[in-house]
């Protein structure tokens, strides 16, 4: 329960205007879901940052899954991404017509499927940040223990942090709530670099409106006061040190490389890439400058990157829905987008 005197508070603000970043797009579900917005100060406005790894996987990266496909490899990937497109085409597209793509709901499947047809080279569309990282290391480590030949990983996966670390510089944002999911992993004493280097505070928050407006009640206070710490409000799942065993294992197998963030452009040390003793399961894997050819008109780079809400595109709801999505942050459950359009929170 949140305390009557933290809403008064935010819904009376009256200090100067402030952007506050919620990173996760499962925050920006829960801040529309629960009213958030129309409790707060019109002082205090909430934007979208780019934490959906489905939103950021790049045209280039989907065509080199299809060119995959179409050359007989199984391409094992979770649902959501099975509909961004490329400059191509999808992977569902290259499914309807006939081609090995499969659907899973854990990384891990990718090694039953593998064991399963012996003959056929099988590809783990490994994307995501810190969260899943280790999930995609456990797939490595069991294929090595399997004696696997056939597994494969094309890897999309991102490091938080130095994206943060960018958008941190933008004058524009104010503080940060952090995903509570990644610091479960990074920990939460992860983000007080950034927050002393750029003097912008964090608040790392769960996933309910109480822990958002407590989250949100915390940096407006440190904003009015100059403070720049890093508050852990969602301390049942993260600890400062985060998880030793999960970074362990993500260690073990990959390695930090510069990788493109839609939006951001390539960003150095931001990409996750297998080592080199581990290079015979890569499937060919690249990032550091794979931009590709994005949708022409598409504003998912600006609404990533908080400078813009999806209504601003002009394709919103018009030529892009979750039934026939032209840009990625539609497509996925915790795209920016697509939460807004399910929620109805156009203007």
Not at 211 to 225: D, F
Request: charged share 20%.
């Amino acid at each position: 329960m949140v305390p009557e005197a933290v809403v008064r508070f935010l819904s009376g603000y009256g200090g100067r205007p402030v952007k506050i970043m919620e990173v996760c797009g499962t925050h920006t579900a829960t801040a529309l879901r629960g009213g958030i917005r129309s409790l707060i100060s019109d002082k205090i406005r909430l934007v979208s940052g780019p934490g959906c790894p489905v939103c950021l996987a790049s045209s280039a990266y989907i065509d080199r899954l299809c060119a995959l496909a179409k050359d007989g490899c199984v391409i094992v990937s979770f649902g959501d991404l099975l509909k961004v497109k490329g400059s191509t085409g999808s992977l569902l597209d290259m499914k309807a017509a006939g081609h090995g793509v499969e659907m899973v709901y854990s990384p891990l499947d990718a090694v039953r499927i593998a064991s399963e047809r012996p003959g056929k080279t099988v590809v783990l569309a490994a994307i995501g940040f810190e969260t899943t990282a280790p999930a995609h290391a456990l797939v490595v480590e069991t294929a090595i223990q399997k004696g696997l030949k056939n597994l494969m990983l094309l890897t999309a996966m991102k490091r938080l942090m130095p994206a943060l670390d960018l958008l941190c510089a933008d004058p524009g944002l104010d503080a940060f709530i952090a995903p509570g999911h990644v610091a479960a992993v990074t920990g939460s004493a992860v983000f007080e670099p950034a927050a002393k280097k750029h003097k912008k505070p964090f608040a790392v928050a769960g996933f309910t409106p109480e822990s958002m407006l407590l989250a949100m009640y915390c940096l407006v206070k440190q904003i009015g006061a100059g403070g720049s710490g890093v508050a852990n409000l969602y301390g049942e799942a993260v600890r400062p040190e985060g998880n030793e065993k999960a970074r362990a294992v993500m260690d073990k197998y990959f390695e930090p490389g510069d990788a493109y963030w839609r939006g951001l452009g390539v960003i150095k040390d931001s990409g996750l890439y297998l080592k080199k003793e581990y290079m015979r399961f890569d499937a060919g894997s690249f990032g550091r400058n794979d931009e590709g050819a994005e949708a022409r008109g598409c504003m998912c780079g600006a609404v990533l990157t908080g400078r813009s809400d999806p209504d601003e595109c002009p394709m919103f709801g018009n030529k892009c829905t979750p039934e026939d999505a032209y840009g990625p942050c539609m497509v996925s459950a915790e795209g920016v987008c697509g939460i807004w359009y399910r929620e109805g929170a156009a203007k």
